[in-house]
């Protein structure tokens, strides 16, 4: 779709400038001594840089900060370290003149050595059925991750992906990897017919990660006008 005439605080917007928060934060505020007040004062400054609207910068700095309790207990949780943060990579499909490329937000190595590939969220996190049927981001990234295409210093064997929900009620989708559940997105170099079916099922998702955009995008401009009028309603995201 064409970019709006005139630009607003959407969903997108919300979506890049949390991941820049995020990014930040895990990059060079995680060992603060305080690290709820390091997080704030990052979300503060990205957010007085990347968001010209006063009222939306009230907004999502104040969502942040209910969400902020939650992400910094699941940011230290399962003892991982993060070894990868919001980096591109790419594979090259056998037998395809294809290469998948990913930008995973996050990759931990965890205590036993494997790997935990996170994903997170303003809007809707995917159930696991979703998963299954269409919204595979995170499975495409692990059998990403298992033909090593993350770099050579990495493991290889993925314990689990998780969505991580930042909005209005926070929570985790976790899924534990195993042979059966990555069995339709080939987790194995050689099933490359299979790998191709989900990158074809991958490329559907996009259109139906726009309907929900658009969904949500309608929901904060209701938010943003009920704010005005002085209520109370806050949308999921």
Same mark, same amino acid.
């Given at each position: 779709p064409l970019d709006p /005439?005139?630009?607003g605080p959407d969903p997108? /917007?919300? !979506?890049?400038?949390?991941?820049?928060? /995020? =990014?930040?934060f895990l990059r060079h !505020?995680?060992?603060?001594?305080?690290?709820?007040?390091? /997080? %704030?004062? @990052?979300?503060?400054? $990205?957010?007085?840089?990347?968001?010209?609207?006063?009222?939306?910068?009230?907004?999502?700095?104040?969502?942040?900060?209910?969400?902020? =309790?939650?992400?910094?207990?699941?940011?230290?949780?399962?003892?991982?370290?993060?070894?990868?943060?919001?980096?591109k990579a790419g594979v090259d499909l056998p037998g395809l003149d294809f290469r998948l490329t990913a930008r995973p937000d996050r990759i931990d190595v965890l205590p036993d050595g494997r790997l935990r590939l996170i994903d997170y969220k303003t809007g809707a996190v995917p159930t696991e059925d979703q998963q299954a049927q269409f919204d595979n981001q995170l499975?495409?990234?692990?059998c990403m991750a298992e033909r090593g295409a993350f770099g050579p210093d990495?493991?290889?064997? $993925?314990?689990?992906? +998780?969505?991580? !929900?930042?909005g209005a009620g926070p929570k985790v989708v976790e899924?534990? @990897?195993t042979d059966e559940v990555t069995r339709g997105t080939a987790a194995k170099p050689d099933d490359s017919g299979?790998?191709?079916?989900?990158?074809? +099922?991958?490329?559907d998702q996009e259109e139906h990660e726009q309907?929900?955009?658009?969904?949500?995008?309608?929901? =904060?401009? $209701?938010?943003?006008?009920? %704010?005005?009028?002085?209520?109370?309603?806050?949308?999921d995201q």
């Open positions: /005439l005139r630009p997108r /917007l919300r !979506g890049q400038v949390l991941h820049t928060i /995020l =990014e930040s !505020g995680g060992g603060a001594e305080d690290p709820r007040a390091r /997080l %704030m004062a @990052i979300a503060d400054a $990205v957010l007085t840089e990347a968001v010209a609207w006063p009222s939306a910068r009230a907004l999502w700095l104040a969502k942040l900060e209910r969400a902020a =309790e939650f992400f910094l207990t699941e940011n230290t949780r399962h003892g991982g370290v993060p070894v990868l943060i919001e980096q499975l495409l990234e692990a990495l493991p290889t064997d $993925v314990a689990s992906i +998780a969505y991580i !929900g930042l899924t534990t @990897i299979l790998f191709a079916a989900a990158v074809e +099922a991958a490329l309907d929900r955009e658009d969904e949500h995008g309608q929901a =904060e401009a $209701v938010d943003r006008r009920v %704010m005005r009028a002085g209520g109370e309603h806050e949308p």
